[in-house]
Structure formats: structure tokens, C-alpha cells
């Protein structure tokens, strides 16, 4: 039971923050004639079971942010950052998501 509490906290304390994340965006730009940073722009998130781990957000995330020139919608998959979730951990995701109630 103890070894349970410990592994828990031990993956609550890996989870990054929305304010991580967003610091995670310095120097990844838009492909936009104007090529604006997408550093700073509001990041916007949606329960997706092979998300990211958000602190203080139960389910895992899609996490996107809009490009403030040319209103692109860019995904955090698609701009490379780390932390999606693996096949393993997705499985893992729908289990408790859908078949522990």
C-alpha cells in the first residue's frame, strides 16, 4: 500500500505545470509569412487520453496554442514538444478513464 502512495506522488511530482509548458514554446515560431513567436501566447487544452500530464487537471491534455498573426492552430505534437503519452501509457489512460467505473 505504502510502495502504491509512493509511486503516485512520485508521477504527481513529473507533472509539469500549464506555466512549464508555456516555457516550453521559447523559440518555436509560426510558419506564417510574418513568422511571429509562439512564446507567451495563451495555451489552450482538451481532455485527450494520449495527452499531456497537466498539474492540477485529472485527465491528460491536448495542448495547443493559436498563432496571434495568422490564427494557426498548432498542436504541441506538432511543434515537437515532449511529454505525449506513449502507446503503454494510453492504454493505461483508457483503463482508468473508462473501465474502473
Same mark, same amino acid.
Given at each position: 500500500?505504502?510502495?502504491?502512495?509512493?509511486?503516485?506522488?512520485?508521477?504527481?511530482?513529473?507533472? &509539469?505545470? =500549464?506555466?512549464?509548458?508555456?516555457?516550453?514554446?521559447?523559440?518555436? *515560431?509560426?510558419?506564417?509569412?510574418?513568422?511571429?513567436? =509562439?512564446?507567451?501566447?495563451?495555451?489552450?487544452?482538451?481532455?485527450?487520453?494520449?495527452?499531456?500530464?497537466?498539474?492540477?487537471?485529472?485527465? *491528460?491534455?491536448?495542448?495547443?496554442?493559436?498563432?496571434?498573426?495568422?490564427?494557426?492552430?498548432? &498542436?504541441?505534437?506538432?511543434?515537437?514538444?515532449?511529454?505525449?503519452?506513449? =502507446?503503454?501509457?494510453?492504454?493505461?489512460?483508457?483503463?482508468? *478513464?473508462?473501465? &474502473?467505473?
Amino acid at each position: 500500500m505504502f510502495l502504491n502512495k509512493v509511486l503516485v506522488s512520485l508521477e504527481e511530482a513529473l507533472m &509539469s505545470t =500549464l506555466a512549464d509548458y508555456g516555457r516550453m514554446l521559447l523559440g518555436r *515560431r509560426c510558419t506564417c509569412k510574418e513568422k511571429p513567436g =509562439l512564446a507567451g501566447t495563451p495555451i489552450h487544452y482538451t481532455d485527450h487520453v494520449s495527452g499531456w500530464k497537466v498539474d492540477g487537471i485529472e485527465n *491528460r491534455q491536448e495542448l495547443t496554442v493559436v498563432c496571434p498573426k495568422c490564427g494557426f492552430l498548432w &498542436s504541441f505534437a506538432i511543434l515537437g514538444i515532449a511529454g505525449k503519452a506513449t =502507446l503503454e501509457e494510453r492504454r493505461a489512460e483508457e483503463k482508468r *478513464r473508462f473501465y &474502473s467505473k
